[in-house]
């Protein structure tokens, strides 16, 4: 089992826990610890031993925590895995838990005095609870320093660090009676566990991680005196290795393993699981996993085996029903929009119903950068139009666009980002407005044509118009628009999710404060107490009016493009190379919080080949790319007044920070990989890679990435378009003694699946 202990850093969870199975001699002789009967008759060694996650304490006690179950297959092997079972329990955010071999895990209560210690068995491995309930026990261990088990002994560090050792009776069902047997006597031997930042135990063998990097282990011996009491001793300490900074965890899933996890600032890389061997102390496989944080506890078995390279990982029962699968294959589907002069939209009331005979300024997006003089720089208008009764407008581009816009058009590969804007006041004088992001492409003039070509069918996939957007209050201005402070911005959900090592699949949040979090019943049509959504609305614009844009702020923000899976004998790769080819949303905010709605096709030259190629087995990650965000006020002027003004945040251009990296590996999200992920996804979707062979995603879009970017607390999701230059691929290995199976999150793998995973 692995270790949790109490500690004073901020970024560890406060247990320590450590494992083994072995139980006291009665010689009068020191002797090492012998095995318990349960583990004396194993007659075979295992090569999958189930490993304990959970999630950090939280700020509120009333808050449950979480224990995730995992599996570390093939612990002694380059070629492992540690994969999420996706069995959970919940727990009381109060209660401290520890291990012991044999799927004992036990509770300790601060809330519940009737029962302080509560014994339970993972009973998962046949389709049992992982928390099924066993005894409880009278001993309060709620001050305990720290608590650590192997099972037939449970040893506890009390407040006064005095190390109390008591004895489980029936180790393999946690269900025996539990009594103190001994103290360890106070030496420097016993300080080393004293001052150390984990603990953990292997048979007869204790090890120690210190502050500094240093593990190392001594061994605890038993003898009996003539009266039959137990007298405990510490061996000599023994360094295994040093220097293993930014670990804070350790524990070992048997005999001659080693497991730690290493904590950094970079949400990318920290949680990650390394993996060592004992005898000497060697390196096999640096990452096996990242974004794993909490506290770990391993089901520690008495010996481990290599698994059988023929057999993927798996939890449960291993059959895949792979029978009649088909053979991965492209899309076949290759129709893709028309480009098209045409461009359309709707605008509503806040409650849906149509805002008619409003006028539609429709402007290039790209063409001004902003200025920060009091004149601002205007917008290009390339047309307008009235929306009629249904609230819907449709506006036909002309042929001949300014030249600014051609050229802004040309350098975006043919995808002209457009925004859509329309002013009014409701029938109790509150001021409204509505702002679409949207993108058009145009056809090009039959000298400059390359019919069909790949290019021109990759870059029609960047239509994105047709919206209904709903007219809004316009009550922001620039004090309410101040750019959030970072203690603000910490609070805000985008922030979180950025600063999470696990990535998220879920959508983007419509509206947004990047101040903190909205309230659950917040109402963006509130004009002065008033709900608004539903008040007939009539057109602000009159006379001669123009847009004007400011440029306020921008940073160059790492955003997620894609992800590439793959989980048995099998390399994965993503490739983001030449040129940008990416849908990103855009936030306006026109009533001092932040709405995402319509977005930028951002598609030019990079310069740079960028991505990852030919990783795993057993590997999932997100892929970033360095892109400018930047934060305008615009101002609707009519006749020389004022009629609207409202900020946006849009992405600019690729651009590579001074001294940053071109591109770079993100969040692992190898979670969503493996049997029960493949076992819970439609047989529609599902497909086989032969032996040898590749199946690649280079057409149509990838799924959308939720919260892909935060930039001044406001998450933006991203849409990436794959083509000769953007794929995601896998390749398989060469073995045959299963498939190698893959499915799509949106579809099938041979029409829109967005992206696909991997077992």
Request: aromatic content about 6%; charged content about 20%.
């Amino acid at each position: 089992m692995a270790p949790h202990a109490i500690r004073k850093s901020t970024l560890r969870a406060v247990w320590a826990v450590c494992v083994g199975s072995l139980v006291a001699s009665a010689a009068l002789a020191p002797q090492a610890i012998a095995p318990n009967a349960a583990h004396a008759a194993e007659t075979s060694c295992i090569s999958s031993v189930g490993t304990y996650i959970l999630s950090p304490a939280s700020t509120n006690p009333a808050k449950k925590r979480t224990l995730s179950k995992y599996m570390d297959w093939g612990p002694k092997v380059g070629e492992s895995s540690f994969f999420d079972t996706q069995l959970t329990a919940q727990i009381p955010g109060t209660s401290k838990l520890f291990t012991a071999p044999n799927g004992v895990i036990y509770e300790i209560s601060a809330s519940d005095r009737d029962a302080p210690l509560k014994a339970y068995k993972d009973n998962t491995a046949t389709g049992g609870s992982l928390l099924t309930p066993v005894k409880s026990y009278k001993p309060d261990w709620s001050t305990a320093k720290r608590v650590w088990s192997n099972g037939k002994r449970i040893f506890v560090i009390d407040a006064d660090n005095t190390v109390n050792v008591f004895e489980q009776t029936a180790p393999a069902t946690g269900d025996g009676a539990i009594s103190l047997i001994t103290t360890l006597p106070r030496s420097n031997r016993l300080t080393e566990v004293l001052n150390a930042e984990d603990v953990w135990m292997v048979g007869s063998v204790i090890y120690t991680l210190s502050t500094d990097g240093t593990i190392a282990h001594q061994t605890y011996l038993e003898t009996t005196d003539s009266a039959g009491a137990v007298k405990p001793t510490l061996g000599a300490s023994v360094t295994d290795a040093t220097g293993l900074n930014d670990v804070t965890q350790a524990w070992s899933p048997g005999p001659g393993a080693i497991n730690t996890l290493s904590l950094t600032d970079d949400p990318n890389t920290t949680g990650r699981i390394s993996k060592y061997t004992t005898g000497p102390f060697t390196g096999i496989k640096d990452e096996v996993r990242t974004g794993i944080l909490g506290d770990v506890m391993a089901d520690t078995a008495s010996c481990l085996a290599d698994p059988d390279p023929g057999v993927p990982p798996y939890f449960g029962t291993p059959s895949a029903n792979e029978d009649g699968l088909p053979t991965a294959q492209e899309p076949s589907d290759t129709t893709t929009p028309e480009p098209s002069n045409t461009v359309t939209g709707k605008f509503t009331l806040g409650n849906g119903q149509p805002a008619a005979g409003l006028q539609v300024t429709v402007t290039a997006a790209d063409v001004v950068a902003g200025s920060d003089s009091a004149a601002g720089a205007k917008e290009p208008v390339v047309g307008s139009v009235t929306t009629a009764a249904d609230g819907t407008w449709s506006l036909t581009l002309p042929s001949a666009l300014p030249e600014a816009v051609q050229k802004a058009m040309d350098e975006n590969r043919g995808a002209l980002n457009l925004n859509a804007t329309a002013t009014g006041t409701t029938s109790s004088g509150v001021s409204v407005l509505g702002v679409d992001a949207l993108v058009a492409v145009p056809p090009k003039p039959a000298t400059l044509r390359a019919a069909g070509t790949e290019e021109t069918a990759a870059i029609a996939e960047a239509i994105d118009d047709g919206h209904s957007v709903p007219m809004l209050p316009n009550t922001v201005d620039d004090a309410a628009a101040t750019d959030p402070t970072p203690e603000q911005e910490k609070r805000t959900l985008a922030a979180q999710t950025e600063a999470d090592p696990k990535a998220t699949d879920e959508k983007t949040p419509m509206w947004q404060s990047d101040r903190g979090a909205l309230a659950a019943d917040y109402n963006p049509y509130l004009a002065g107490g008033k709900d608004v959504s539903a008040e007939k609305i009539t057109t602000r614009d009159s006379g001669s009016c123009s847009t004007l844009r400011f440029k306020k702020a921008s940073k160059i923000k790492y955003t997620v493009v894609g992800e590439a899976h793959a989980f048995w004998d099998a390399k994965a790769s993503f490739e983001y190379d030449d040129t940008m080819n990416s849908t990103i949303d855009i936030a306006v905010n026109s009533n001092g919080d932040w709405k995402v709605g319509g977005s930028k096709q951002v598609s030019h030259e990079t310069g740079v080949s960028t991505g990852y190629t030919n990783k795993g087995p057993a590997y999932a990650r997100q892929y970033q790319v360095p892109i400018e965000y930047i934060k305008y006020k615009h101002q609707r002027i009519c006749s020389g007044t004022v009629r609207a003004t409202w900020y946006t945040i849009e992405a600019g251009r690729y651009k590579v920070p001074s001294g940053g990296s071109v591109g770079k590996i993100g969040k692992d999200v190898s979670s969503k990989d493996g049997l029960t992920p493949y076992r819970n996804s439609p047989r529609s979707h599902r497909a086989k890679v032969e032996p040898g062979t590749y199946f690649q995603l280079s057409r149509k879009k990838s799924s959308k990435f939720g919260n892909a970017v935060n930039f001044m607390g406001v998450a933006l999701g991203v849409t990436t378009g794959y083509d000769k230059n953007h794929k995601q691929k896998i390749l398989a290995g060469n073995r045959t003694s299963a498939a190698h199976l893959i499915w799509g999150k949106n579809g099938p793998v041979s029409s829109k699946p967005g992206v696909f995973y991997s077992f």
